[in-house]
């Protein structure tokens, strides 16, 4: 996804160990589900083809101390998790996989964030899905669109197994997943 199909200008973006250590950052930051958006895809048919799906509710924030420290959460409703196909979401949402009806929300929180280059953060924290919760490492690209709007951009592979999503007749779906982050973050 090019920083223009998520709606990120680059233009003269600070490096971002100035940014989150000013005192000018600092602060309390919302989601913009508007413009935000988590996807994820999945190699299915041992490889032949690619599902790709998304999460239509999202929320979030984060919080930028004086410090420097960033922390933040984003929240998917799990139950809005679209492939463009009502059977495989069905499925998708059943205890084979997210199970929705006992566990509702996927969530990321970010407990840690460190300047990993100009425009980068290395983010440690967690992501709980279908009642599983695992550490994450990645990467994330910040882009300032204002000195109230910033918007981050991150991918991380996740082991399905890992939260115990492992139905796969044949196994004809790969276990590793592929989720795409856009966030977009308005200073409140």
């Given at each position: 996804m090019s920083d223009q199909d998520s709606g990120a200008v680059r233009?003269?973006?600070?490096?971002?160990?100035?940014l989150i250590s000013g005192a000018s950052a600092a602060a309390h930051w919302v989601l913009d589900p508007a413009g935000s958006s988590v996807e994820f895809a999945v190699r299915h048919f041992w490889g032949a083809?690619?599902?790709?799906?998304?999460f239509g509710t999202i929320t979030g924030e984060g919080t930028v101390g004086q410090d420097g420290t960033v922390t933040g959460s984003l929240n998917l409703d799990a139950a809005s998790l679209s492939s463009k196909n009502k059977q495989r979401d069905q499925h998708l949402r059943s205890a084979d996989f997210f199970d929705?009806?006992?566990?509702p929300r996927v969530v990321i929180t970010v407990t840690a964030a460190s300047p990993a280059g100009q425009d980068t953060l290395a983010c440690q924290g967690t992501l709980e899905a279908a009642?599983?919760?695992q550490p994450i490492e990645f990467t994330a690209t910040v882009a300032v669109e204002s000195e109230s709007v910033v918007v981050l951009h991150a991918e991380i592979e996740v082991d399905r197994t890992r939260f115990a999503m492992t139905w796969s007749p044949l196994r004809v779906a790969a276990f590793p997943a592929r989720g795409t982050a856009v966030a977009r973050f308005v200073r409140s």
């Open positions: 233009a003269a973006n600070p490096d971002v160990a100035a083809i690619t599902v790709h799906g998304s929705v009806e006992h566990h009642g599983h919760e």
